[in-house]
Nanobody
């Protein structure tokens, strides 16, 4: 059974940090690009960061560059999203996601309008709230 299980999010003050984790099971880490989306009520779900183990690449949505860091553990069973310098506009439900890895450019397409439709598996989502 495929599972993507996210850690609990939480409430943090603006400027603070939070780390999310996504425990992956039921498929090979090497076959999928794994990353994070987020969604604010009333808005579309958007890709924010992606890691491809097969390609050895990571990528970020422009507004997260320099603030968020995606990584995986050596056993390649868990993906982390370290979020620093959080802003109130980062408040959202964060989802872990896995998409079949099509090669080095897979993560490049994590951020376009069709990205949600390419995802094979989703986590349950976790709320992150940043207070001002």
């Amino acid at each position: 059974e495929v599972q993507l299980v996210e850690s609990r999010g939480g409430l943090v003050q603006a400027g603070g940090s939070l780390r999310l984790s996504c425990a992956v099971s039921g498929f090979s880490f090497e076959d999928y690009a794994i990353g994070w989306f987020r969604q604010v009520p009333g808005k579309e779900r958007e890709g924010i960061s992606c890691i491809s183990s097969s390609a050895g690449t990571t990528s970020y949505k422009d507004s997260m560059q320099g603030r968020f860091t995606i990584s995986s553990d050596n056993a390649k069973t868990t993906v982390y999203l370290q979020m620093n310098s959080l802003k109130p506009e980062d408040t959202a439900v964060y989802y872990c996601a896995a998409q079949w890895d099509l090669g080095p450019k897979t993560c490049n397409y994590w951020y376009d309008s069709l990205s949600v439709g390419r995802v094979s598996y989703w986590g349950q989502g976790t709320q992150v709230t940043v207070s001002s």
